[in-house]
């Protein structure tokens, strides 16, 4: 079983539709969580972070239940802009700080 | 300030022959990792470097990889006798420190033939 697992994909939706990625953890040492999202050819880049409180960063709203280890990610209004792959990425501190990804799932918003 | 940044972007070798890539990181930033991303797998992590620490290598695939990094700054991640499994896209990230926000580099994208 890997360490991070992710919705498998692609998510095809059409414009201003909300879409919901979901990824569960398994290392319950694990302390810091993020969403990256990375396009075609190109370095992941940091969406946001994710915090038990959850957060929310516009049409991006994030939350974290460490209770049954289980982050999500909500994308409201979806645009043509955000088709890209979304990176589940989780901490755990005693692996010295290295990002454990999960596999990532494509989204690809139509018009 | 300048992002990470790598070098080659792109390089094509022959089976067999050793290579090397290159990272420059942020200035300033003391953690530096490596990663690896293979044309339909998931990031993997390969090595990381946190200031003066011995490095954390238990992601190398195999002893045909190497990587040290000098002066707390560059680094170069070193793949011996190529094979063709090694073809990938080769990331480089660092932090301000561990645990912190990494930013990525480009890339270099190995093609073994």
């Known amino acids: 079983r890997k360490e991070v697992e992710q919705d498998p994909g692609p998510f095809n939706v059409p414009e201003g539709a909300t879409v919901a990625f979901n990824c569960t953890y398994s290392n319950s040492a694990s302390q810091s969580f993020f969403w990256y999202r990375q396009d075609c050819r190109k370095e992941p880049k940091l969406l946001m972070s994710?915090?038990?409180s959850g957060n929310e960063d516009g049409r991006f709203t994030a939350q974290l239940n460490r209770a049954s280890q289980y982050i999500s990610l909500l994308i409201r209004d979806s645009k043509l802009s955000d088709s890209a792959t979304y990176l589940c990425v989780v901490i755990s501190y005693n692996q010295g700080g290295k990002l454990i990804f999960g596999q990532g799932t494509e989204l690809s918003v139509k018009p | 300030g300048a992002g990470v940044s790598q070098s080659p972007s792109n390089k094509v070798t022959e089976k067999g022959k050793d290579v090397e890539l290159r990272c420059d990181p942020i200035?300033?930033?003391?953690?530096l990792y490596w990663y690896r991303q293979s044309l339909g797998q998931g990031l993997e992590f390969l090595i990381y470097?946190?200031?003066?620490?011995?490095?954390?290598k238990s992601g190398l695939p195999s002893d045909r990889f190497s990587a040290e990094r000098t002066g707390g700054s560059v680094s170069t991640l070193t793949i011996q006798r190529t094979q063709q499994e090694d073809s990938a896209v080769y990331l480089c990230a660092s932090s301000a420190r561990a645990q912190e926000t990494q930013y990525f580099g480009p890339g270099t994208r190995l093609l073994v033939l």
């Open positions: 470097f946190q200031g003066n620490s011995a490095p954390d």
């Open positions: 994710v915090y038990s």
């Open positions: 200035s300033g930033h003391t953690a």
